[in-house]
Structures are given as C-alpha cells and as structure tokens.
C-alpha cells in the first residue's frame, strides 16, 4: 500500500518550521509508512526527508491568486493517483492518530465540513447571496483516480469558475457540494481552533486542529484568531514538540 | 412596495411583448412577477438558492448547470455571476449592482459593461440609477 502526502509552503507567511512540525506530527500520528512531499517556492531549511516539487510551475491556472485562492491544490488529483492520497495544510496541528482516515477506500476526494457551523443558520441563510461556505480543504484524502474528475472539470470551466470564485473552498462547496459529489469528513475527526466553542482548547477525542485565520479575522472581526506561531499554552506546547 | 430597479424591469417587461420569459437570479422579487401569466406572459424561474420552494423553479446555476432558458431572459443579479450573456442567447433584460455585497463577484458600475460582458449588439433601453445599472438588449 502506497501512502503519498503533500503540503504547500509558497510566499513568506509561513516559516520551513511549520513544514518540519507537520511533518513530524504525521509521523507520530500515522502508523503505515508514506511519503511526504511540500511543493514550495523556498525549501530552504526543509527536514532531508522531506521531498520537494518546484511551486513556480505547478499552477497551470493564468489567473491572479484572488481567484479560485489554493487552485492548486487541485493539480494533485491529476497529479498524485497512489493507493491512498492526501493533502494537508501548514496551519493545522495534527494530534491524534490519523491511520484510520488516511486509508480509507474512498469513493469520492474527501473534504472537510465545516461541523463547528450551524448549516442552516449561518451557512443556508447566506446561500443565495453566494456568501457561504462549509467546506475547507485543509485535510483531503482520496484513493487512486477517483479525484481526477474534480481536477479535469476545473480545467474545463476555468474561465467561468475563476470569474465566479474567489477560494477553492468556497468553489468546491457551490459547485460540489451542492451535487454531492465530495465525501465529507464525519464529525469528531476536525475542529476548528478559533472557531469552536470554547475557542483555543484542544476539543476532546478529535485528532485535526484547524488554525486558519484569514477568513475569521475579515468576516467575523474575532479579533482573538490566533496562527499556530502565535497560540500559546498546550497548542505552542504540542506543535514545538513536533521538532523532535 | 416594489424596489426601483424591478419596477423599471417590469414596466419593461409590460412594454416587451414577449410571451414568454424565463427570470433568472431571482433571489425574492415582488409577487406581481410570479403573476404575469395573467397578463399572457408564461415565465419560469431559475435561482441556485434551495430556500426558494415554488413550483414555478427549477433549483439551478444557469450558468454552469445544463440549463435551456427562453429566448427572453431576464437577470436580476449579474453582480453575483459570470456574464450570461457568455452562456446564453436571447433578448436580455439585465440588471447589475455595484454595492459590493460579500459574494458579490461582478461589481457593475455602468449599463455598458452590462453591454460589453453580455456581448449586447442591439440595445433597446439602459438606464442608470443609483448603485443600479439596467440594460435592454440582444445578442443573438
């Protein structure tokens, strides 16, 4: 069985640690063995074991980066067709065994939904105005080819899909979620750091942590949304223990 | 009271003579549009919101989703779409925003963008009214 991971580290707003700590988290965290490989503009101080891929020609989509923002990530679906597949994002911590999830048979790429929301409250009351979101696509799993559709879909309405959508996630919500064509994580697998009630605790018997900021702080002002550079107490504690 | 912009778009309508329309991005509109079959105008609607429940709707995104619409079309949010004009062909009746609202990823600011986008070569009627631009026109 074949295991492939990868991450992304393009720009400056994430340091090569946070690379090097996700990596020594799945690690301790997933029990069969993989590969993991950080596609980035600057593999300065990566770990030797990690692999890289060159981040300046991977994105084939000629749009600015405020459209359809981490496209990319899509390109793995048509890159990456190994018995079990994933990517994951730099600013989670990952801190329970993820072994189970990580292998799954998977009919459909598996994405995470938004559970720490109210669906219909916040997200259906917005649908209409195209303002929702409920998916995120920081933790994906899929098996062999079964996500290659996402990625020649994309590839065949760029035009339309670009012009529309200014993230993945929101794209992959309106346009695939609403025809069932994702697999959902379940919930008790992801939380939302900044987001679940009480915020800034680490949410019992779930495994994946998100720290995501960029969309709290513009949407919902919570001016206490914190990175995982900026997290103190058992989180600062955890993701520094992932050096070893 | 029904807002500015869709009493314009139904005066329009009432002057258009068509007998069919097809009322695209709908979002809530005034009941007197639901009501024009009286008035010998068949019509069907097109929204992506599932909040809507009429039998007069078809659940859909007219512009990625397979969708035949009538020759006569009219748009009430290109603010929150590719242009359809790109998609569909007809004699349109369009109407753009520029207020910016989250979701919002076509702000229009004029009736000739409306025209431009929308590839508009016979134009009926524009009018600009304040943070809404309204077009008029074909490009079949």
């Given at each position: 069985?074949?295991?492939?991971?990868?991450?992304?580290?393009?720009?400056?707003?994430?340091?090569?640690?946070?690379?090097?700590?996700?990596?020594?988290?799945?690690?301790?965290?997933?029990?069969?063995?993989?590969?993991?490989?950080?596609?980035?503009?600057?593999?300065?101080?990566?770990?030797?074991?990690?692999?890289?891929?060159?981040?300046?020609?991977?994105?084939?989509?000629?749009?600015?980066?405020?459209?359809i923002?981490?496209r990319e990530k899509l390109v793995l679906l048509n890159?990456?067709?190994?018995?079990?597949?994933?990517?994951?994002?730099?600013?989670?911590?990952?801190?329970?065994?993820?072994?189970?999830?990580?292998?799954?048979?998977?009919?459909?790429?598996?994405?995470?939904?938004?559970?720490?929301?109210?669906?219909?409250?916040?997200?259906?009351?917005?649908?209409?105005?195209?303002?929702?979101?409920?998916?995120?696509?920081?933790?994906?799993?899929?098996?062999?080819?079964?996500g290659?559709?996402l990625y020649?879909?994309t590839?065949?309405?760029?035009?339309?899909?670009?012009?529309?959508?200014?993230?993945l996630?929101?794209?992959?919500?309106?346009?695939?979620?609403?025809?069932?064509?994702?697999?959902?994580?379940?919930?008790?697998?992801?939380?939302?750091?900044?987001?679940?009630?009480?915020?800034?605790?680490?949410?019992?018997?779930?495994?994946?942590?998100?720290?995501?900021?960029?969309?709290?702080?513009?949407?919902?002002?919570?001016?206490?949304?914190?990175?995982?550079?900026?997290?103190?107490?058992?989180?600062?504690?955890?993701?520094?223990?992932?050096?070893? | 009271?029904?807002?500015?912009?869709?009493?314009?778009?139904?005066?329009?309508?009432?002057?258009?003579?068509?007998?069919?329309?097809?009322?695209?991005?709908?979002?809530?509109?005034?009941?007197?549009?639901?009501?024009?079959?009286?008035?010998?105008?068949?019509?069907?609607?097109?929204?992506?919101?599932?909040?809507?429940?009429?039998?007069?709707?078809?659940?859909?995104?007219?512009?990625?989703?397979?969708?035949?619409?009538?020759?006569?079309?009219?748009?009430?949010?290109?603010?929150?779409?590719?242009?359809?004009?790109?998609?569909?062909?007809?004699?349109?009746?369009?109407?753009?925003?520029?207020?910016?609202?989250?979701?919002?990823?076509?702000?229009?600011?004029?009736?000739?963008?409306?025209?431009?986008?929308?590839?508009?070569?016979?134009?009926?009627?524009?009018?600009?009214?304040?943070?809404?631009?309204?077009?008029?026109?074909?490009?079949?």
């Amino acid at each position: 069985m074949k295991l492939e991971i990868f991450t992304f580290k393009w720009g400056t707003k994430y340091g090569p640690e946070y690379v090097n700590r996700l990596y020594g988290s799945l690690l301790r965290h997933i029990s069969v063995p993989f590969n993991f490989t950080c596609i980035t503009d600057d593999a300065t101080g990566l770990r030797k074991e990690i692999k890289t891929l060159d981040y300046k020609t991977f994105d084939p989509f000629p749009y600015p980066k405020d459209r359809i923002f981490t496209r990319e990530k899509l390109v793995l679906l048509n890159h990456s067709m190994a018995d079990h597949n994933m990517w994951i994002d730099l600013d989670v911590l990952v801190h329970g065994d993820i072994t189970e999830y990580v292998t799954r048979d998977l009919e459909k790429p598996t994405f995470i939904f938004n559970h720490w929301f109210d669906l219909q409250k916040r997200t259906m009351f917005n649908f209409g105005r195209g303002a929702s979101c409920h998916i995120n696509s920081s933790f994906v799993c899929w098996t062999q080819d079964r996500g290659k559709w996402l990625y020649d879909y994309t590839m065949k309405d760029i035009d339309k899909i670009a012009f529309t959508y200014n993230s993945l996630d929101k794209y992959l919500f309106y346009r695939h979620w609403t025809k069932g064509n994702l697999g959902l994580w379940e919930d008790g697998i992801v939380y939302n750091y900044n987001y679940d009630n009480p915020t800034h605790e680490m949410k019992e018997g779930y495994k994946i942590g998100l720290f995501n900021t960029s969309h709290i702080r513009i949407n919902d002002s919570v001016s206490d949304a914190l990175e995982l550079h900026e997290a103190d107490g058992w989180a600062k504690e955890l993701w520094e223990s992932y050096d070893a | 009271m029904m807002r500015e912009d869709h009493r314009i778009v139904f005066d329009w309508l009432m002057e258009s003579g068509w007998e069919e329309v097809s009322l695209v991005a709908t979002g809530r509109i005034s009941d007197r549009f639901y009501s024009i079959k009286s008035l010998g105008i068949n019509h069907h609607c097109y929204d992506m919101d599932p909040a809507i429940v009429r039998n007069d709707y078809t659940l859909c995104d007219v512009i990625f989703d397979p969708i035949t619409l009538s020759k006569n079309i009219i748009n009430f949010n290109a603010q929150k779409m590719y242009p359809i004009g790109k998609v569909h062909k007809g004699e349109f009746i369009i109407i753009g925003s520029a207020d910016k609202h989250p979701g919002d990823c076509n702000i229009v600011t004029s009736c000739q963008q409306l025209i431009d986008q929308n590839k508009i070569h016979t134009v009926m009627r524009t009018i600009e009214i304040p943070n809404y631009s309204i077009v008029w026109g074909c490009n079949d």
